[in-house]
């Protein structure tokens, strides 16, 4: 019995062949395709979050274990409404929060804007792998490998790269090195990472990675959000003795992690510090394992590069990862800024679809 392929299974086919099965190619509800990178179930231990055999998060939706993600290979592009992961294209900017959820959720069902959950998944595989991707950090090149450069997206009025097409940088811009990896994230532009924020200082998450479900409620007034207590169980905000982020004093520069706020910011405050030494108040005796699965504490003292974090405690503060052309050395993997409300809208941040076959 002979076999007829499509176009679609032709070019599917040569993806995953290119890349070792590393990649795939998938099609939305108009039938467009997205490069995408196929990540398989990763548990604690495997990530070096401590011993435990449990599932990390980015691979449990709605209390149900699934054997792989879908990341975009690439840095969206924006066509008729929808968010695509495709190579030589000029990354999406200028979208708040809830326009790139909607651009991905407008694919169909299974699309998502790529959650923090993933991104710390992303994160701790490289760092369990010993390998952190360069990028677009430095105006088109990497601050400490300026010969590294990517074709220009996106130029500014001084004549320098801001945005690179995406795709364009050498391997060591993956993250893992190869050229079947994920381009993109160190530099180029932040991504909006969904399922965390902040409310007055709270840290709040959708649990699991619940924020990838079609129909996940991510609106400032959702049911859905959780905080979390000294011992990771997760409650509803507002709960005494969550775990909470703050200036480490009146004006100071510095953040640190606490159950009992004593600072807010205010103004032009930008508290931050180095992932790797992020401060925590005498009250919490042991961070929690969950902070370190979701990136948002780190799992030993050492070797998360120069990589900061930056948030503010006053009002909702959704957050975004990577760095952006112009972040040098602080860019990274666990490069996290939560300092800006769902409605920011600059030139510096993007987004990045991802999948859930359910």
């Known amino acids: ?43 604690y231990k495997s990530l070096a979050v401590g011993d435990n055999d449990k599932t990390h998060h980015a691979w449990v939706i709605n209390g149900k274990e699934v054997p792989e993600i879908f990341i975009g290979t690439y840095l969206a592009y924006v066509h008729d409404g929808r968010a695509y992961s495709l190579p030589g294209q000029v990354p999406k900017v200028y979208t708040n929060h809830d326009q790139a959820v909607a651009y991905c959720r407008a694919k ?3 699309w998502h804007c790529m959650t923090n959950a993933e991104y710390a998944a992303i994160a701790l595989w490289c760092k369990k792998n010993g390998y952190y991707p360069r990028g677009n950090n430095n105006y088109g090149s990497d601050h400490a490998y300026p010969h590294e450069t990517c074709r220009p997206a996106t130029v500014g009025s001084d004549g320098r790269t801001n945005l690179g097409l995406t795709g364009s940088g050498p391997c060591s811009w993956t993250h893992d090195g190869t050229p079947a990896g994920i381009y993109g ?12 924020r902040t409310v007055d200082g709270e840290i709040q998450i959708l649990e699991d990675n ?28 507002g709960t005494a003795g969550t775990i909470k982020v703050e200036p480490t004093a009146e004006g100071s520069g510095a953040i640190r992690y606490t159950k009992n706020v004593q600072f807010r910011t205010s103004g032009d405050q930008w508290p931050s510090a180095p992932f790797k030494s992020m401060a925590v108040e005498s009250g919490i005796s042991k961070m929690p394992d969950i902070m370190k699965a979701l990136a948002l504490y780190r799992t030993d003292d050492t070797d998360h590069g120069e990589d900061r ?43 990045r679809p991802a999948y859930i076959r359910l």
Request: hydrophobic share 35%.
């Open 1 to 43: 019995m002979a076999f007829t392929f499509s176009m679609k299974d032709t070019y599917r086919q040569s993806v995953e062949a290119a890349s070792g099965g590393k990649q795939t190619v998938l099609y939305d509800n108009k039938g467009n395709p997205s490069i995408m990178n196929i990540v398989p179930r990763q548990t």
């Open 108 to 110: 169909g069902e299974g």
């Open 185 to 196: 994230l160190n530099g180029d532009a932040w991504e909006w990472a969904t399922g965390l």
């Open 210 to 237: 619940n924020a990838a479900l079609f129909s996940a409620d991510l609106t400032a007034g959702s049911a859905q959000w959780k905080a979390i207590l000294e011992d990771g169980t997760l409650v509803a905000p």
């Open 309 to 351: 974090m930056y948030a503010r405690n006053d009002g909702e503060k959704c957050f975004f990862r990577g760095g952006s052309w112009a972040s040098g050395s602080h860019a990274g993997v666990f490069y996290l800024g939560g300092g800006y409300p769902r409605s920011y809208s600059v030139s510096t941040v993007g987004f």
